[in-house]
Structure formats: structure tokens, C-alpha cells
């Protein structure tokens, strides 16, 4: 048989008697228009094609199949949808086989569930992640995963997203066999000779009987139900799961897929769908910086870290995890023990949850070395360093760097406001000179913000990126300001809940309405966390330089004048009982407010949780809006993406930029217009969301235009 034309997306090709379907659509075989129309014609060929005795479906490449193209949501329907491409497969009178390696997720997932017969090969991902992108599984899923592995694993699949390896997904019954080698094809067709040999029949997994437990399914379906009421505050698709997956043991297979296909859409059009599939696509934008386009990352095995304090110990952990050597540097040999056990401590907690064996421990500690004398960084690829935050105190790390550091080694800072570049002017060696701000604890969060001052070279700059990506970070390229992105707009949408405050909002209430909105917690709450000394000392610095015409709240001052700092003074803004890490409110913090009320002369007023919201958001979406428009963040996503994975802004929202285009630019603006009735000097429009405004134009628009 000739290889199909019909679709550029999915060949096929006679091997004996075995037809080998191939679908083949970089990057990573999403299915498309042009997967779905293959797939339907290779299977109808089959069908008709005397000397076709099975069909075998692998992917080109990486990956067997990524899942449905997410790209097309949102976009009008092209036939045939998918469910009709897996119930095709599904009907085949002939046997279909799979044969999975690298992704299987969703869609492709779907597709093989579909197959009667499924092999896989080592390192394959298999998953249902939907309900990471908004959605659900929507072609098949809900009703063949159930009956094939049952109730419980397959609501474990479909609620958590998660990938599952080839040893369990043999053990779930995901597949029939792994293969004894990485080589899907031949694995593949070996298998389906096997199988004719055999005179293997068609399987079809909606006839599989794995809900016969009717008793235990029910009880696996009350206890998901139950735990997404208690723990998917605020999300949509997990509940349709929920719905969908009931069918599969209520109602006959083709009701049940109908079901599904009503909520599938439901999920579609939600306003999460939007918001986490922005998140998805945004997270993998960032890392396209300009530098990493025109430049090759320098070589990065062997690292350094100057100080052991939370942060560099965090970082230091970062990079062994990634499997780098590590050298610590601290001032003298008492300091470098205190680093060495804060490494330590971080690596006793996994063994004593007994995620790492002591073995394992003592390998990683293997590649981590500590000095007190510079000179044991003159090999290092890259030094970070992590001391004090005083200009003075940089510059001196600095000028012990360029003094031992080999040529082309990339000297970072994790400065979380001073001047880059004044850092870099410092020495001799400028374009080796950057920003790397970790988030602590900086071997859990996320967020790096790759701070790129006006002389370091693009090769630095794509070294850092390299250096996220070594870590699994999500990197965020930042230009040089007080506070870079994310910092910079914190100060001002915080500023905005103090003077709530002072006007008659409780912090208590600021935090709930936050919450409520979707954050994990709210603002006074992450301040005790981090230790209300951090703003303390960032306001006092700032007090030189603050415009005296500005409105100036201080009630944040008046509970650090007291040592109140946080948990971990045992209160801050909230009372912590002995140990207890949530706490309560304060009748004397409350008391605190009042007086600071009275001080200035305030007449208390009663602010509802949606006002508290929109104020909050119009503060950070304008500040947003002028980190993009002085080039500090390359693009609105940029913003968004440093919000969701650094700040808890809740990610089916998308980030802040990306609801201000939900809510819509003009309305956003006009809050901004009235909020400034009050105060004009900090509710200043931004010039770059006034422009868009008038231009009828949203911040996405910026994004697809870079
Ligand atoms: C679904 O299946 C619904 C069905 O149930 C029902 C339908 C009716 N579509 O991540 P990478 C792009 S929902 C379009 O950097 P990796 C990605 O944007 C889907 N594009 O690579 C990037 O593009 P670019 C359920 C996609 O090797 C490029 O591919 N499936 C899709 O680190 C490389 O991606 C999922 O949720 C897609 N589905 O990781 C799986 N996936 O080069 C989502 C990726 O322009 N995908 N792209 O920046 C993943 O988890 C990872 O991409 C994967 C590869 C693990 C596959």
C-alpha cells in the first residue's frame, strides 16, 4: 500500500500483514485536524484492504501522541472530532494495536484505550492531565479508563493529572505488555505478529469489565466526590470528572460517552480552560528569550554558591538535586558548618520521610564541597551568590570573584533590588555579570527571575536560562529595577490592601477575599510566613526616597515595632498557638488598626470582598502594565507567568494580565479612574493600558505580537 496522501500528519505502510499507522506532527504529535482525518482514513483503508490482518498505530519521534491539539480550542470545530476517531478505532473489525513510548497523554491516551491491544515501552508517560488545562478527558476516557483499570485508579488518573511510567502502568492494566527493548516499532509489530499468530480476536475496552464491582466503584466515586468538594476550591472541571466517570458505571457506554462529550464542552468554554491553557503556553514562551535564540549556553556541570544562609543552602539544594558539583564559600569555618547543615537539614527530612535512602543522601552530599577562601571557585561554571543584601557587601563578593573565577564563569547575584548594574560596573568582566532571583526556599519555588543588566553578553544570559532548565525552574526574563517584575509590582498591589486597611477593611477580611478569589493564602497571611521584618527593612530603605506627597500607612511598622514578625515569632498580623502554623486573628492587631485609624484621622468605611478584589487587581494589573512598558518584562506573559509560579496568583486565572483581558482593558481602567478620585498619585493610569484602551486593543494582543 502506497503511504497515504490524504493526511500529511499520519502515514501508513504495509509490513506483511500488519498495517503500521504512523502519526507524525511535530513537536510533539498533538492531534490535530490532520491526526484525526489520518487516523479515520488508515483505519477505514484497513478495514477494506483484504491483505490488512491488524493495525499497528505508533508515533513519529519523541512521542507516541502529546493529545489533542490544545491549540485548536476555542477555535471552530473541524470534523471529525476525536471521540468519533477513537470509536472508529474502536469498532475496527480488525485487531488495532498501540505501541507507546515518550507521551501518551490525554488524547493520545484516548487513542490507545481505543486500540484492543497496547504495549509500551520503557520511559513512556502515560496520563489523562486534562484537568491541569481546565478540562477533562473528552474522547472516551471517562467511560473506557474506568472499565478498564476501575473506579478508583482511574479517578486517581483523571483528578490528579499525573504521569505514570511503564511498570505501573502494566500493574493498573493501562497496558497488556511492556516491551523488552526502547525500540516501539519493532516491539510493536513483533507484538502484533504475536498476536495474529495467536489468533488474537478485537478487544474492545468498552466491554471491559472492571466496574462488575458495583459496591467498591460506588465507594471509590462518594470518596472523589468528597475529597474534590473539600480540596477543588473554586475549580470546574474536577467536579465534571466526577459526573462524567459516573456515567461509566450508571448509564450504557454510548450515553455515557454523550454525557461526557455535554460536559467536555462545558469545560471548553469555561473561563478556567482559558486561564490554565494561557498558563501552559505562557510558561513554555518565557523560556524563548531573545538571548537564548542568539546565543549557545555556556558549559554548566560545576557550580558555586557564595553563603549559607536559607537562601543559598536553597539554592546549593537546587543544584545538587539537578546533579551539580556545589562548592560553598562562607567567611570562616563556624559559618560554613552552619551552611552545610541548613544542605544537611534538607536532605535528613527526605530520608526521615523516607523519600531518599541514606546511600542516596550520601551521594548527592558526595558532589557538595564547602571553603572558606575563594579560590575554590576558580573551576566553577557559575557562582551565585547569596549574602547579605548591601551593595558594599555584593561588591566585595564580586571583586573576590573576578579575582580567583575562571574566564567565561558566570558570576550571578540573587539580589532581590540592587542595582545590577552598578554590581557589574564593579568589576572588571561586566558581560559575565547577572541576575539570578531565586524565591525561597529556592529548592521548592519555582520562579527564577533571570535579571539582565545593560552589559552582560547574550551567552550569560542563555546560561542562566540553561541553568532553569537544568533546575526545573521557570525562568522569567527580568531588566534591572527595584524589585525587577515580580517584587516591583508586589510593593504596589500591597500598598493598595494597607490603605484598605487603614480605611476600614480588616487584614483579615483582605486575606479571606483573596482567598476567596483563588489564592492559596492572602497577603497578610504569606507576610507572617515570610517574616514581616522583610517589608520592614524594604520600607525603611525605601523611606529616603518615597515621595512625601505619597500616602504612607503604618500600621505594618507599628506591629514589627513590637517584634511581631510572623510565625515565626509565634504572631505577626495573626496569633499562632505554640507550633501551629495557621493562625488567629488578633484582637490587638485589630486594636493596633484602629488607633493608626484614629491617628490619621479616618473615618472607617465598609468595603465588600468584590471591591477589595477589584482594588487589589487594578493595582497590580497597572503596575503590571508599566513593568511591560519600560521593557522590564518582555511581555504581558512574562508578568503573568512570574505571578502563577511566584506569587500564588491563582493559575486558572492565567495571571493578572491575562484576567484583565477576561474582565476587559476598559473596565479595568475606568476602576483605575475612579479609584484615583482618592488618591491620583498612586492610582496613575499606566500609559501603556490607556494606550491599549484606545487603540481597542488587550494585553494578549501584545504577546502574539512579540
Ligand atoms: C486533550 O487531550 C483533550 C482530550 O481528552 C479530548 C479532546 C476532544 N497541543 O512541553 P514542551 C507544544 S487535552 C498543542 O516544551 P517537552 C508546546 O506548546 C491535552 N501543542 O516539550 C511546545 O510548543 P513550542 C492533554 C502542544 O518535551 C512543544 O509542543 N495533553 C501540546 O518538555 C513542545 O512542548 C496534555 O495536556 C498539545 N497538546 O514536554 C499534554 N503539547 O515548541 C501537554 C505540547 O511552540 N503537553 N505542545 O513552544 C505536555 O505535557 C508536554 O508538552 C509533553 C512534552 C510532556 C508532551
Known sequence: ??????????????????????????????VGVDVRRGLVSAIDAAQADQAVAAVLIVGAGRNFIAGADIREFGQPPQPPALPEVCNRIEASSKPVIAALHGAALGGGLEVALAAHYRLAVNGVKLGLPEVQL??????????????????????????????????????????????????????????????????????????????????????????????????????????????????????????????????????????????????????????????????????LTSAGVVGGGTMGAGIAVAMLDAGMTVTMIERDEESLARGRA?????????????????????????????????????????????????????????????RVCKPGAVLATNTSYLDIDVIAASISRPQDVLGLHFFSPAHIMKLLEIVVPAKVSADAVATGFELAKKLRKVAVRAGVCDGFIGNRILAVYRQAADVMVEDGASPYQIDAALREFGYPMGPYQVSDLAGGDIGWATRKRRAATRDPRARYVEIADRICERGWFGQKTGRGWYLYAKRSRSGMPDPEVLAIVDAERKRAGITPRRFSNEEIVRRYLAAMINEGANVVHEGIALRPLDVDVTFVAGYGFPRHRGGPMKYADMVGLPRVLADIREFGREDPLFWRPSPLLVDLVEHNRNFDSLNRAA
Open 342 to 402: 541548613n544542605v544537611e537539614k534538607v536532605y535528613d527530612g527526605l530520608v526521615a520521610k523516607g523519600r531518599l535512602s541514606a546511600e542516596a543522601k550520601a551521594a548527592v552530599m558526595a558532589r557538595f564541597g564547602g571553603a572558606t577562601a575563594y579560590d575554590a571557585l576558580s573551576q566553577a561554571d557559575v557562582v551565585v551568590e547569596a549574602v547579605f543584601e548591601d551593595m558594599a557587601v555584593k561588591q566585595a563578593v564580586f571583586a573576590e570573584l573576578n
Open 134 to 299: 481546565g478540562l477533562m478527558p473528552g474522547a472516551g476516557g471517562t467511560q473506557r479508563a474506568p472499565r478498564l483499570i476501575g473506579m478508583a485508579p482511574a479517578l486517581e488518573l483523571m483528578l490528579s493529572g499525573r504521569h505514570v511510567g511503564a511498570e505501573e502502568a502494566l500493574a493498573l492494566g493501562l497496558v497488556d505488555r511492556l516491551g523488552r527493548s526502547d525500540d516501539t516499532l519493532a516491539e510493536g509489530l513483533a507484538y502484533a505478529q504475536e498476536l495474529l499468530a495467536g489468533g488474537a480476536a478485537v478487544r474492545r475496552t468498552r466491554d471491559a469489565q472492571a466496574l462488575a464491582d458495583r459496591a467498591a466503584s460506588r465507594a471509590a466515586l462518594d470518596a472523589a466526590r468528597a475529597d474534590v468538594a473539600a480540596r477543588s476550591r473554586g475549580l470546574f472541571s474536577p467536579h465534571k470528572i466526577v459526573e462524567a466517570v459516573e456515567a461509566a458505571l450508571d448509564l450504557p457506554f454510548d450515553e455515557g460517552l454523550r454525557l461526557e462529550r455535554t460536559l467536555f464542552l462545558q469545560c471548553i468554554d469555561s473561563p478556567q480552560r482559558a486561564g490554565l491553557i494561557h498558563a501552559f503556553f505562557a510558561e513554555r514562551e518565557v523560556a524563548k528569550a531573545p538571548e537564548t535564540k542568539a546565543a549557545q549556553p555556556r558549559p
Open 1 to 30: 500500500m502506497a503511504p497515504d496522501i490524504a493526511s500529511p500528519a499520519v502515514t501508513s505502510r504495509l509490513l506483511g500483514k500488519v498495517l503500521l499507522v504512523s502519526v507524525d506532527n511535530p513537536p510533539v504529535n498533538a
